[in-house]
Each structure stands twice: as structure tokens, then as C-alpha cells.
């Protein structure tokens, strides 16, 4: 049991939710008021989605808080860490 009630709870779950739609399909809309370089941006989106990107962002910081000193760790750095271990039991149990 974590000290995390959120991770707790998810865990707990013996199956995922399935979903019977896509959420937001077709959201992604990458033009010239949106972006300095839509090309650019619908190559990079094609290959590496929103949600990869934000995950090895999130991987990368968790990484960086690890190396920091208990002492030096603020609230904000806790609610990170308590959603980020959220997020990877959701994608455990999915």
C-alpha cells in the first residue's frame, strides 16, 4: 500500500475501463494561428502523440526529483510525483 490513496485505489482495479470511442477524435488541429511551423508540428504529432511526449517528460523530471534532496522537495514536487504515480498504474492496469 502507497502513501498515494489515488494509487491505492487504481490498483486495486482487477480490470481497465473500456472505452467505446475515441476521446476527442480529430482534435489535433495544427494551422498557421496555432503553430509557427504546422508541418513541423503534424510530423512531430504523427510520430510521437501529445500523451508520449508528456510521458518521457514526466519520466525525465521524476528522474531529475529523484536526485534532489528530501529537504529541497516543495508541495508542488509531491503532487507531481502523487499524479505521476497515478498515471503509471492507469497505464499498468489498461
Not at 44 to 68: M, P, T, W
Not at 71 to 77: G, R
Request: one cysteine or more; charged letters at 20%; aromatic letters at 8%.
Amino acid at each position: 500500500m502507497s502513501s498515494n490513496p489515488y494509487v491505492d485505489a487504481l490498483a486495486a482495479w482487477s480490470i481497465a475501463p473500456v472505452f467505446s470511442q475515441p476521446i476527442l477524435p480529430g482534435w489535433t488541429i495544427v494551422n498557421n494561428f496555432n503553430s509557427g511551423s504546422p508541418r513541423a508540428e503534424s510530423m512531430v504529432v504523427s510520430k510521437f502523440s501529445y500523451g508520449r511526449q508528456l510521458g518521457q517528460i514526466c519520466d525525465a523530471l521524476a528522474a531529475i526529483i529523484d536526485e534532489l534532496p528530501a529537504d529541497k522537495k516543495n508541495p508542488a514536487v509531491k503532487k507531481f510525483l502523487d499524479m505521476k504515480a497515478a498515471i503509471d498504474v492507469l497505464k499498468i492496469v489498461s
